[in-house]
């Protein structure tokens, strides 16, 4: 039972009883991390090493992206935090409740939106979400439930089988029962894969309500357009090793480049020799210049250009800026990541 991903309801019934001891102590101080892992390291009897010294702390309150290619070790690092996989070595604690010693207290601070669609066929929206409330111990609140439902565009099905449902229904219905015992933590997996844009938008929208009320957000996607638009902070995965954790503007700031393109008046077949000093690039068809500088040199440069190409008679009838996106900074990495380990 060590590594088999269990039943999200089962673990959550081992791990939290009728009623949860109460928790000793000061509650932890607001700038403490909400998440704290500390050289977290996890081998399967494979001998497959899905994570290395994995340190990683998130802050209260906070969107925090986790973006890496498929077999990086994002889920595997989830499933150590929510107790569904135990690690080979190293710590986590959940809002200052480490989730070994003190697992139950952690679990209920937790709520898990799993990526793959696993849930009772046979019982009513309804039914399911007020079953997973009742696991963690907490008294009935048919009116949290409601607001739950009513968010996630649910309430019109309460009373559906889930086995009537479509697929994009079915995740909704996974994200209400993480939400159903109020958790402070919330863990999405690939929470929009497979789902039309309406639900992506609606789901969006309650996220950020979430983050208001004071729930921190830790997600996985693969749209890293969402990662650009949603996320904090930004922490990149590869081959079970945290390249980099890096607030999300920082990050764009630092790896990001921008580019000049200038629309010539008169097409060219080479940059002039004179031109060669400068990191321009001439585009298949001649029409264009493509200049890239750097955002944080105290001089672009693009005075001094602009000037050569003036001397040189090498007019332009339009220019436009670009800036990279955060597709192409994480893919900049993860290839860098693969040169440097060839």
Same mark, same amino acid.
């Given at each position: ?123 009513t929206v309804w039914a399911t979400v007020k079953f ?66 309406? /639900?992506?938008? +609606?789901?969006?929208?309650?996220? !950020?309500? %979430?983050?208001?009320?004071?729930? #921190?957000?830790? *997600?996985? $996607? ?7 638009e949603m996320a904090d902070r930004i922490g990149v ?6 390249? /980099?954790?890096? +607030?999300?503007?920082?990050?764009? !700031?630092? %790896?990001?480049?921008?580019?000049? #393109?200038?629309? *010539?008046? $008169? ?21 264009? /210049? ?18 050569? *190409?003036?001397e040189h008679g090498i007019d332009f009838k339009d ?24």
């Amino acid at each position: 039972m060590d590594d088999q991903t269990l039943d999200s309801d089962a673990l959550r019934y081992d791990g939290v009883q009728s009623s949860l001891p109460k928790e000793r102590g000061m509650p932890p101080a607001i700038d403490t991390p909400v998440i704290d892992i500390r050289d977290l390291t996890k081998t399967y009897a494979s001998g497959f090493q899905a994570l290395k010294g994995v340190d990683l702390q998130i802050r209260r309150g906070e969107i925090f992206a986790l973006l890496g290619p498929n077999g990086a070790g994002k889920t595997t690092l989830i499933s150590i935090v929510c107790g569904i996989v135990n690690a080979s070595s190293g710590s986590v604690q959940a809002d200052g409740h480490d989730i070994v010693s003190e697992f139950r207290a952690a679990r209920s601070k937790i709520g898990l939106v799993p990526q793959e669609l696993s849930t009772d066929a046979f019982e009513t929206v309804w039914a399911t979400v007020k079953f997973s409330r009742g696991l963690f111990g907490k008294s009935p609140d048919p009116a949290h439930l409601e607001r739950v439902l009513r968010d996630l565009s649910l309430w019109d099905k309460k009373d559906s089988k889930i086995m009537t449902l479509s697929g994009g229904m079915k995740r909704r219905v996974l994200i209400a029962k993480a939400l159903a015992h109020e958790p402070q933590i919330l863990f999405l997996d690939e929470p929009t894969a497979g789902v039309d844009v309406e /639900l992506r938008h +609606d789901m969006w929208q309650m996220v !950020r309500r %979430l983050r208001a009320n004071g729930t #921190t957000i830790i *997600l996985t $996607t693969h749209y890293i357009e969402e990662a650009e638009e949603m996320a904090d902070r930004i922490g990149v995965i590869n081959k079970g090793e945290l390249v /980099l954790v890096e +607030d999300k503007a920082t990050l764009m !700031r630092k %790896l990001g480049k921008k580019q000049l #393109t200038l629309h *010539l008046q $008169t097409p060219l077949d080479r940059i002039p020799e004179a031109l060669a000093s400068y990191p321009l690039e001439l585009t298949e068809d001649g029409q264009a /210049l493509v200049y890239t500088f750097d955002v944080q040199a105290q001089e672009t440069g693009i005075a001094a250009l602009l000037r050569r *190409l003036h001397e040189h008679g090498i007019d332009f009838k339009d220019l436009h800026s670009t800036e990279s996106s955060l597709e192409e900074i994480f893919v900049n990495l993860v290839r860098h990541g693969r040169e440097a380990r060839a």
